[in-house]
């Protein structure tokens, strides 16, 4: 049958989402017929669907599923394909095609088995007005969680937190955040034994030049601390009612309490390793896990239905030993500092630690869950880097599926959508349980049309840069542009150029040039610093080209601003410049140069 007509979407709709449902196939189907049909939508909900299905007959569309969430998905499913949209970014929905559609009768689109409960993003910046186009497009990919900071959320006003609540959205309060349950200006005085003791000294958390809380702790074994953070999270759950869990997640950094009663629970003659950038401090697993165990026991007496998120991160990455994951507790995993040359199950002499790690917190898991805390726009910073997952993450995911986690999470950052929006639709296709050889030749025609072919050439040979650095390769520009020729990017800007120049009114394809172009200046920039060729003035000049292209969605500014200072402070210094002047780093990054090359 042919649809020559937008319908009439039977039904009045008490549930805010199924409302939403109801004003999104409306205008989806408006824009693309432009005038009225004669055939309707209805909505069902049916408890045995695993996931949203849509089916057609006698001139009525149902879209059914468990709830009102999945039968949104079920809508922009149904107009993804069927009606030719492609929702590729925040605010910005593509349309390919107009006119009639023809439809079969029967099962339109079958539910299908969601292989992971927990879909989403890590979002590191405060909400702002373009926040509700990014919760419209994380249900238009059905993505359902986004971790933020707590200082973000209580920054988020009522109509923010139902825009996201209504599109089934949950938003996981506390990321990095001892510092917000227990904040020094409010305790160090009158409780300095509830932080850390280095050398001999109760340290005071306060933020350092760069801003970060590196390496400053509390002293977790503390019992009155320990019973101060649950008051404190019951009393934020009381303000935040709809919140359905909150994080106990360590500063970013080390530092853990060397006072006598924590110094039990670690040898310090056991570091970390090499693989997770924790070779120069002693393994605290036991001391988090302890506090995590206790500070869930307690958080369940006020409040069982709650769930409490930890990490796994650098020294403290594997489960300590008799640790179990109960029904409360969800452990997000970093796999930080990756490889992203393999595949995390893959022979690699990185990945394969992360993923012995990931498959302990698999095993371990008595009723709660395994998230993979993911970067598939880069480590540290988001310097728009080439990092090409959009088809090894369907790869990743059936691995993961077959492994028992239960969801990913990855940081992004919206200004950079054009250089990692293809990672991201990729990640949201595969955590659904789409396929690899049906999900990216669809995504590729979306997007470039009959140039299908040639942009994934130019995608294969982005990915032949990082792959030609060497074995193995973490994103970060020392690693990349110290083990690269500039030859390969001269010619990523002549296959963006051929791109560009068949749909020279693409946004995408402009952009995708002008992402080459940066990648190829701030080589050769590099090469000329380390030839004794370049500094501060040609190093303003790269950040001033790269500030002129505001109006696109390339770079994430701020943190350029952020990271070129870093190298201007290296060059007045005298000191080597490897990556953002932090001394523990930068020693990782002097055993990167022969690691990553397999030596």
């Given at each position: 049958?042919?649809?020559?007509?937008?319908?009439?979407?039977?039904?009045?709709?008490?549930?805010?989402t199924?409302?939403?449902?109801?004003?999104?196939?409306?205008?989806?189907?408006?824009?693309?017929?432009?005038?009225?049909?004669?055939?309707?939508?209805?909505?069902?909900?049916?408890?045995?669907?695993?996931?949203?299905?849509?089916?057609?007959?006698?001139?009525?569309?149902?879209?059914?599923?468990?709830?009102?969430?999945?039968?949104?998905?079920?809508?922009?499913?149904?107009?993804?394909?069927?009606?030719?949209?492609?929702?590729?970014?925040?605010?910005?929905d593509?349309?390919?095609?107009?006119?009639?559609?023809?439809i079969?009768?029967?099962?339109?689109?079958?539910?299908r088995?969601?292989?992971?409960?927990?879909?989403?993003?890590?979002?590191?910046?405060?909400?702002?007005?373009d926040?509700?186009?990014?919760?419209?497009?994380?249900?238009?990919?059905?993505?359902?969680?986004?971790?933020?900071?707590m200082?973000?959320?209580?920054?988020?006003?009522?109509?923010g937190?139902?825009?996201?609540?209504?599109?089934?959205?949950?938003?996981?309060?506390g990321?990095?955040?001892?510092?917000?349950?227990?904040?020094a200006?409010?305790?160090?005085?009158?409780?300095?034994e509830?932080?850390?003791?280095?050398?001999?000294?109760?340290?005071?958390?306060?933020?350092?030049?760069n801003?970060l809380?590196?390496?400053?702790?509390l002293?977790?074994?503390?019992?009155?601390?320990?019973?101060?953070?649950?008051?404190?999270?019951?009393?934020?759950?009381?303000?935040?009612?709809?919140?359905?869990?909150?994080g106990l997640?360590?500063?970013?950094g080390?530092?853990?309490?060397?006072?006598?009663?924590?110094?039990?629970?670690?040898?310090?003659?056991?570091?970390?390793?090499?693989?997770?950038?924790?070779s120069?401090?002693?393994?605290?697993?036991?001391?988090?896990?302890?506090?995590?165990?206790?500070?869930a026991?307690?958080?369940?007496?006020?409040?069982?239905?709650?769930?409490?998120?930890?990490?796994?991160?650098?020294?403290?990455?594997?489960?300590?030993?008799?640790?179990?994951?109960?029904?409360?507790?969800?452990?997000?995993?970093?796999?930080?500092?990756?490889?992203?040359?393999?595949?995390i199950?893959?022979?690699?002499?990185?990945?394969?630690?992360?993923?012995?790690?990931?498959?302990?917190?698999?095993?371990?898991?008595?009723?709660?869950?395994?998230?993979?805390?993911?970067y598939?726009?880069?480590?540290?910073?988001?310097?728009?880097?080439?990092?090409?997952?959009?088809?090894?993450?369907?790869?990743?995911?059936?691995?993961?599926?077959?492994?028992?986690?239960?969801?990913?999470?990855t940081?992004?950052?919206?200004?950079?959508?054009?250089v990692?929006?293809?990672?991201?639709?990729?990640?949201?296709?595969?955590?659904?349980?789409?396929?690899?050889?049906e999900?990216?030749?669809?995504m590729?025609?979306?997007?470039?049309?009959?140039?299908?072919?040639?942009?994934?050439?130019?995608?294969?040979?982005?990915?032949?840069?990082?792959?030609?650095?060497?074995?193995?390769?973490?994103?970060?520009?020392y690693?990349?542009?110290?083990?690269?020729?500039?030859?390969?990017?001269?010619?990523?800007?002549?296959?963006?150029?051929?791109?560009?120049?068949?749909?020279?009114?693409?946004?995408?394809?402009?952009?995708?040039?002008?992402?080459?172009?940066?990648?190829?200046?701030?080589?050769?920039?590099f090469?000329?610093?380390?030839?004794?060729?370049?500094?501060?003035?040609?190093?303003d000049?790269?950040?001033?080209?790269i500030?002129?292209?505001?109006?696109?969605?390339?770079?994430?500014?701020?943190?350029?601003?952020?990271?070129?200072?870093?190298?201007?402070?290296?060059?007045?210094?005298?000191?080597?410049?490897?990556?953002?002047?932090?001394?523990?780093?930068?020693?990782?990054?002097?055993?990167?140069?022969?690691?990553?090359?397999?030596?």
């Amino acid at each position: 049958m042919l649809l020559t007509g937008y319908p009439v979407v039977k039904g009045t709709f008490e549930d805010p989402t199924l409302r939403l449902a109801a004003d999104e196939i409306s205008a989806l189907c408006r824009k693309r017929f432009q005038r009225a049909g004669s055939w309707s939508v209805v909505f069902e909900k049916d408890g045995a669907l695993p996931s949203f299905e849509v089916r057609f007959k006698e001139s009525v569309l149902t879209v059914a599923g468990p709830d009102a969430v999945e039968i949104l998905y079920g809508v922009y499913d149904f107009a993804e394909k069927i009606l030719g949209y492609f929702f590729y970014e925040p605010g910005r929905d593509l349309l390919n095609g107009s006119g009639d559609v023809e439809i079969s009768e029967g099962v339109v689109i079958p539910a299908r088995k969601v292989p992971f409960k927990v879909r989403g993003f890590i979002q590191e910046y405060p909400f702002n007005e373009d926040s509700p186009l990014l919760a419209d497009w994380m249900a238009k990919n059905k993505l359902n969680f986004l971790n933020v900071w707590m200082k973000y959320y209580d920054g988020l006003d009522a109509r923010g937190r139902e825009a996201f609540r209504i599109r089934g959205v949950e938003i996981q309060s506390g990321h990095h955040n001892f510092d917000y349950w227990i904040p020094a200006q409010k305790y160090y005085k009158e409780h300095p034994e509830f932080f850390a003791e280095v050398n001999g000294t109760r340290i005071k958390p306060e933020k350092d030049e760069n801003a970060l809380l590196l390496g400053k702790q509390l002293c977790t074994t503390n019992k009155e601390l320990r019973k101060e953070i649950v008051k404190n999270m019951v009393e934020y759950i009381g303000k935040n009612p709809e919140l359905k869990s909150v994080g106990l997640t360590p500063n970013d950094g080390f530092g853990w309490c060397e006072c006598e009663e924590c110094s039990k629970f670690y040898d310090k003659s056991k570091h970390g390793e090499l693989y997770s950038l924790s070779s120069h401090v002693y393994i605290a697993d036991r001391i988090y896990h302890n506090m995590v165990q206790d500070v869930a026991g307690q958080l369940a007496q006020y409040r069982p239905d709650l769930d409490l998120y930890f990490c796994a991160y650098i020294n403290y990455c594997r489960p300590s030993e008799g640790f179990k994951l109960t029904p409360n507790l969800t452990v997000m995993m970093a796999p930080y500092w990756r490889c992203i040359n393999h595949r995390i199950d893959e022979k690699c002499p990185i990945n394969s630690r992360y993923a012995a790690d990931i498959k302990a917190w698999c095993d371990c898991k008595e009723g709660g869950k395994v998230v993979i805390y993911e970067y598939f726009m880069g480590v540290n910073f988001y310097l728009s880097l080439p990092q090409i997952f959009h088809r090894t993450i369907f790869q990743e995911c059936a691995y993961y599926e077959s492994i028992g986690v239960d969801g990913i999470a990855t940081q992004f950052h919206p200004p950079h959508w054009s250089v990692y929006g293809l990672n991201f639709i990729a990640m949201a296709k595969a955590l659904r349980g789409e396929k690899e050889e049906e999900a990216v030749p669809q995504m590729m025609k979306a997007l470039f049309g009959d140039d299908a072919a040639e942009a994934e050439a130019f995608y294969e040979h982005m990915r032949h840069i990082t792959t030609s650095a060497g074995p193995c390769h973490v994103t970060y520009p020392y690693a990349l542009f110290s083990r690269t020729e500039l030859g390969p990017y001269a010619k990523a800007v002549e296959l963006a150029e051929a791109l560009k120049a068949k749909a020279p009114l693409c946004k995408l394809r402009r952009e995708l040039r002008i992402w080459t172009e940066y990648l190829y200046r701030y080589k050769a920039l590099f090469d000329a610093f380390h030839a004794g060729c370049a500094g501060i003035p040609e190093i303003d000049h790269l950040l001033s080209w790269i500030h002129s292209h505001r109006d696109t969605h390339v770079f994430v500014h701020n943190r350029f601003d952020v990271y070129f200072e870093a190298w201007r402070t290296a060059i007045r210094k005298g000191k080597e410049y490897l990556h953002f002047n932090l001394d523990w780093e930068d020693d990782y990054i002097r055993q990167h140069r022969n690691f990553l090359n397999g030596k």
